[in-house]
Every structure is written in C-alpha cells, then in structure tokens.
Nanobody, 120 residues
C-alpha cells in the first residue's frame, strides 16, 4: 500500500490550492483518511479527517477555509484550501487507515508529504 500526494506549491495570501492523495496497492477497504501538516519549527498537527461515513473533523485554525473530501472509487482524498494564510505554510501529509486485501486488520499509512508555501 502506498500513498502519493500532489497539488502542493506556492501561492499568495488569500489564494487557493487543492491537494490530492491517491492510495494504491492491494486494498480491501479504506476507513478514515486525513491530512496533517508540519510547519517549520513546529510539531505535526492534524488538519482535517474524513471518516468512511463521510463525517468530517477540522482543526479550528482551518475551519470554514479548508474542505476535506474523498472519492472511494478512486481511493483518493482531497483537501481544498481557500483563503490561505502565511501560517498555513507547511509540509502536508496525507494519511489513510487501510485494510489490505487478505487481511482482517487495518494499518495506518502515510504519504511522503507535499510542500505548501503561502507568501507574498
């Protein structure tokens, strides 16, 4: 099982970006999917989580600006980021709880990260 994120880049304050993360491999099912981030000099923090039910959770710092969604047919999770601020500058990591084919247990998998830079 592998995760590959894309969509990072540089944007001016107030701009928008859309991150994507595809899960590939021998997948039986994916339960929760999430985005975390690590800003320079700070610890990794949770940004948004989407459960298999479709319910979502957001960090207070991104509520009303970021939207997490998923496409289970494509095994892909998205993060739509609007109203970006310099404080959003970070490496963004996607995460998924995946039950591999032939297994009855799920494991957590991380993507390698994609850099988002918000600067004028």
């Amino acid at each position: 099982v592998q995760l590959q994120a894309s969509g990072g880049g540089s944007v001016q304050p107030g701009g928008s970006l859309r991150l994507s993360c595809e899960v590939t491999g021998s997948i039986f099912t994916i339960s929760s999917m999430a985005w975390n981030r690590r800003a320079p000099g700070k610890q990794r923090e949770s940004v948004a989580t989407i459960f298999k039910s479709g319910n979502t959770e957001y960090a207070d710092s991104v509520k009303d600006r970021f939207t997490i969604s998923r496409d289970d047919l494509k095994n892909t999770v998205y993060l739509e980021m609007n109203g970006l601020k310099p404080d959003d500058t970070a490496v963004y990591y996607c995460y998924a709880d995946v039950t591999p084919t032939g297994s009855v247990h799920y494991s957590g998998y991380w993507g390698p990260g994609t850099l988002v830079t918000v600067s004028s």
